[in-house]
């Protein structure tokens, strides 16, 4: 297809886009006005089900079907990722050598990290109280492992993190997830039932089956974006490739000086 | 005009002092776009601790400690792969004058209790977050 | 008032979107990349939504960079990816 063809193909393609948008737009509600009567329920059945954080109901409770169907996207997209990034069999593998970082950037990178790791923490237990959750406090605390590495060098992030925990972790939240659900059928209700006493509402133990299934979240998403990180730090820190010109790429430039030159070259 | 939107419009200030962030970040120089991106965290922490108190929800204050928790995070992942950790006075001033002056208003106004030791937490991480995210000479000694 | 910041808020999302389709260096466009991902996380914010802001904000902060970084160091070091042979590098141009 030439450049033109393409062009005409792209402007009608964008105006029927464009006139079918605006048609819709002018369908829609008026902006942030009457509430909807879907939030009314919704919000109606989280207190009655004592979670203070109606998301969290809608995520763990009422749609927690859902969001099994979401854990589980992001459980087979990191086993795909494993599967892709493997080490293959005419890659070999070589040590990270050891980087120089400035002293006041890693002493706040380690003092940041336990922060970091509390914070996650915090979001993912407080998420049937306050914003957040299993995800969103799992991605920080994993974030909070790889300070490491902004503190220090791949090496010693490899040495506290034994990947094999961090695999069997994301599988046991998913299967926590599952397991909660079935349980629910062994009490004698549907599947992912919320069958647990609902606790006092706005207190850590509240919500009911809400609580756990958001800490299972919270397993399986630190761990699987653990094994994520760890896939592409390994392509891109220690896996070569046959051929790949010698050493490691730190040769390839000057420490700090033309780092720019090098990038704007590309 | 109520107190509410007082307070939000006060969180017009630093929202629209990203527009010529963005513009650096997208047309600078290396340098330029790291200290872009490190203001960027810094300035939408400031605005999320004053929308959440325009809005008069504590809650969203989780958002403004995660921000200043991954904000540093992200800068000194994108030194590391850029080699430049620029020394920049605009980000270590814009913190020591905007963070004080955003977050003990707040802190007057949320009077003491758990949100105030919060807010005074979140100011703490922002203020060291630039700093050491715009120290003189960390450039060197930076190698990935 | 909160309209104006919705306003401004959507303003700075569509420059920032239009800003990384603009810029072909990928080390650029994920500079950009993180604006956009927190002038969202400040849109959704104001449009009271902030389980929404802190899932876009832990994501977009540190774990999307390092990941395209990661990606971009991995295949500049592959052999032949100076002359744009390889597909994965050819589009840096």
């Known amino acids: 297809m030439s450049p033109r063809v393409r062009l005409w193909v792209f402007l009608v393609g964008a105006a029927g886009f464009a006139a079918l948008f605006a048609a819709a737009c002018l369908d829609l509600p008026a902006f942030g006005t009457v509430p909807h009567p879907y939030g009314v329920r919704a919000v109606h059945a989280a207190l009655s089900h004592h979670t203070a954080n109606v998301i969290a109901s809608v995520n763990f409770d009422l749609r927690a079907f859902d969001t ?30 050891p980087a120089t970082v400035h002293p006041p950037v ?5 003092l940041t990290l336990p922060f970091a790791l509390l914070v996650g923490l915090y979001v993912i237990a407080h998420g049937q109280i306050s914003p957040g959750g299993g995800f969103q406090g799992g991605v920080v605390a994993a974030t909070a492992l790889h300070l490491l590495y902004i503190a220090a060098d791949y090496r010693a992030l490899e040495r506290v993190r034994p990947l094999t925990l961090y695999e069997i972790g994301e599988a046991a939240g998913e299967a926590a ?67 790949e010109g010698g050493g490691s790429p730190r040769d390839t430039r000057d420490s700090g000086g033309n780092g720019d030159d090098e990038r704007e070259r590309a | ?69 991954l904000g540093p995070t992200g800068t000194l992942i994108y030194a590391r792969f850029l080699d430049v950790l620029p020394d920049s006075r605009l980000v270590r001033w814009t913190a020591l004058v905007g963070v004080p002056a955003t977050v003990l208003p707040l802190c007057v106004a949320t009077g003491p209790g758990r949100a105030m030791a919060k807010l005074l937490l979140i100011g703490v991480l922002l203020i060291a977050g630039s700093v050491v995210t715009s120290g003189r000479g960390a450039r060197e000694g930076v190698t990935a | 008032m909160t309209d104006v910041l919705i306003v401004v808020a959507l303003l700075l999302v569509a420059g ?36 929404v802001a802190l899932s876009q904000l832990a994501v977009g902060s540190a774990v999307t960079p390092l990941m395209i970084l990661l990606t971009v160091r991995k295949v500049r070091r592959r052999p032949g990816s100076g002359d744009g042979v390889d597909k994965p590098a050819g589009r840096e141009r």
Do not use: C
């Open chain 1, 68 to 97: 099994l169907g979401e854990e589980s996207i992001l459980f087979s997209a990191v086993i795909g990722t494993v599967v892709l990034l493997r080490q293959a069999r005419d890659e070999h593998r070589k040590d990270p050598e």
């Open chain 1, 106 to 110: 890693r002493r706040f990178a380690l």
């Open chain 1, 177 to 243: 997830y599952v397991i909660t659900g079935l349980a629910a059928v062994l009490a004698g209700s549907a599947f992912l039932a919320n069958v647990l006493p609902f606790g006092t509402l706005a207190t850590l133990s509240s919500g009911g089956t809400a609580m756990v299934l958001n800490a299972a979240v919270g397993l399986e998403v630190t761990s699987g974006i653990v094994v994520l990180l760890a896939r592409f730090l390994d392509q891109a820190v220690e896996i070569e490739e046959p051929g």
């Open chain 2, 1 to 69: 005009m109520s107190t509410s939107d007082g307070w939000l419009a006060a969180a017009l200030v630093p929202l629209l002092a990203l527009v010529p962030v963005l513009w650096r970040i997208a047309y600078g120089s290396p340098g330029d776009r790291l200290i872009g991106q490190n203001l960027t965290s810094l300035l939408a922490g400031l605005v999320l601790l004053l929308a959440a108190q325009g809005f008069h929800r504590t809650s969203y204050n989780d958002v403004a400690l995660v921000v200043s928790v």
């Open chain 3, 16 to 51: 920032a979107a239009t800003a990384a389709v603009l810029n072909r260096d990928p080390m650029r466009q994920a500079l950009v990349l993180s604006f956009l991902g927190l002038a969202l996380a400040l849109l959704f914010t104001f449009l009271q939504a902030p389980d």
